[in-house]
Antibody, heavy 125, light 108 residues
Framework: EVQLLESGGALVQPGGSLRLSCSGS????????MSWVRQAPGKGLEWVSS????????FYRDSVKGRFTVSRDNSNNTFYLQMNSLRAEDTARYYC??????????????????WGQGALVTVSS | EIVLTQSPATLALSPGERATLSCRAS??????LAWYQQKPGQAPRLLIY???NRATGIPARFSGSGSETDFTLTISSLEPEDFAVYYC??????????FGQGTRLEIK
């Protein structure tokens, strides 16, 4: 059974930093691209960042470029989101999501077949 | 960035009725569209990928159709557990992948 577990959510002041973690199990972590998707209170879903299985490729939405960094440690089946210079508009529940894998086992698609339960990040003074 | 517009914003139906939810893209996404269900306090769940393929474990009462810019999610006969918020998401043109704003399906 695929399981994703986020940690690291907290209340942080504007301008502060936070690192989220997501540990995965029940699938071949090294072959799986992973993403962070956030949801502001009472709002819809917003993609934030993605990282390939090898960590060779990373992508970010424009509003977080230069402030957020995605990374992964395949030896520990964990990936991360380092968030710096946090703003009030970053307040959201952050979900980690596993990309749907290609049937042949190599490569992935940009939709998400498993999600964690989310980590709440609140940016407020 | 491709904008996805879902309609209606809220749909009120009774158990046993048929639900039809729409998602319209600002430009063609081919068939690279997914649907998710989200219940209160839960993470989203993948229902449909590539416009019409049910994800693993999804009941047959859920079906998807469409291509290019117009897509539909149909629930043939609503069960009590189907009342939730539904999102569409495109993967044809990324980054960024984009989601619709959601349709809330509520009990009438």
């Amino acid at each position: 059974e695929v399981q994703l577990l986020e940690s690291g959510g907290a209340l942080v002041q504007p301008g502060g930093s936070l690192r989220l973690s997501c540990s995965g199990s029940g699938f071949t972590f090294t072959k799986s691209a992973m993403s962070w998707v956030r949801q502001a209170p009472g709002k819809g879903l917003e993609w934030v960042s993605s990282i390939s299985g090898s960590a060779y490729s990373t992508f970010y939405r424009d509003s977080v470029k230069g402030r957020f960094t995605v990374s992964r440690d395949n030896s520990n089946n964990t990936f991360y989101l380092q968030m710096n210079s946090l703003r009030a508009e970053d307040t959201a529940r952050y979900y980690c999501a596993k990309h749907r894998s290609r049937p042949e086992g190599v490569g992935y698609f940009y939709d998400f077949d498993h999600w964690g339960q989310g980590a709440l990040v609140t940016v407020s003074s | 960035e491709i904008v996805l517009t879902q309609s209606p914003a809220t749909l009120a139906l009774s158990p046993g009725e048929r639900a039809t939810l729409s998602c319209r893209a600002s430009q063609s996404v081919s068939t690279y569209l997914a649907w998710y269900q989200q219940k209160p306090g839960q993470a989203p769940r993948l229902l449909i990928y590539d416009a019409s393929n049910r994800a693993t474990g999804i009941p047959a009462r859920f079906s998807g159709s469409g291509s290019e810019t117009d897509f539909t999610l149909t629930i043939s006969s609503l069960e009590p557990e189907d009342f939730a918020v539904y999102y569409c998401q495109q993967r044809n043109n990324w980054p960024p992948v984009t989601f619709g704003q959601g349709t809330r399906l509520e009990i009438k």
